[in-house]
């Protein structure tokens, strides 16, 4: 299984949104409800920011969200703020083992 | 609050082993799936192995099938992974992770780097 693809780096200014984007196939991403993100700040381990495709768990700020079409998923930022200047990984269910994707490195400008 | 520590970590040479453990507190540890993900530096993460609350459902990635047994003692809350005939590429940062339903990994321990290199 290949890793899903995700845009090595997005960038924005603060309080503008970003949206950064997983594809797989319909045996991952498109198969199930079950795509999850992580944020990772340099030398941390990686949070859990979203699950199933659009939940956040208690203490996530709802400026984060998540969707899904098809077979690609979608973590949108909103209010971007300096503090989430971070590397983000999606993740998806699959039927053999978890997939994650390449990752992706914002910069808040 | 839920804390996941790993241990073990360290300098190995090619061919040799190594065990990693992860002590768990803060939940009741035999509720739950864990998982071992690994980093290699500067990279993305990679899933490595899986174990179920019971211990009886065991996977692992095919990147380490065969080199890698994963393991758990409910009595002590700790998760284990074994991890024999190295190479450079296992190289990484290696974390263990409480599982819940649908692959979703929400706490994370802080990691501990495994270093392959003669």
């Known amino acids: 299984q290949s890793a899903l693809t995700q845009p090595a780096s997005v960038s924005g200014s603060p309080g503008q949104s970003i949206t950064i984007s997983c594809t797989g196939t319909?045996?991952?991403?498109?198969?199930?409800?079950?795509v999850s993100w992580y944020q990772q700040h340099p030398g941390k381990a990686p949070k859990l920011m979203i699950y199933?495709?659009?939940n956040r768990p208690s203490g996530v700020p709802d400026r984060f969200s998540g969707s899904k079409s098809g077979n690609t998923a979608s973590l949108t930022i909103s209010g971007l703020q300096a503090e989430d200047e971070a590397d983000y990984y999606c993740s998806s269910y699959t039927s053999s083992s978890p997939l994650f994707g390449g990752g992706t490195k914002l910069t808040v400008l | 609050q839920v804390q996941l520590v790993e241990s073990g970590g360290g300098l190995v040479k090619p061919g040799g082993s190594l065990r990693l453990s992860c002590a768990a507190s803060g939940f009741t540890f035999s509720d739950y799936y864990m998982s071992w993900i690994r980093q290699a530096p500067g990279k993305g993460l990679e899933w490595v192995s899986y174990i179920s609350s019971s211990g009886s459902t065991i996977y692992y990635a095919d990147s380490v099938k065969g080199r890698f047994t994963i393991s758990r003692d409910n009595a002590k809350n700790s998760l284990y992974l074994q991890m024999n005939s190295l190479r450079a590429e296992d190289t990484a940062v290696y974390y263990c992770?409480?599982?819940?339903?649908?692959?979703?990994?929400?706490?994370w321990g802080q990691g501990t780097l495994v270093t392959v290199s003669s």
């Open positions: 199933e495709v659009s």
């Open positions: 319909s045996s991952d991403v498109g198969g199930y409800n079950y």
């Open positions: 992770a409480r599982e819940i339903v649908g692959a979703v990994f929400d706490y």
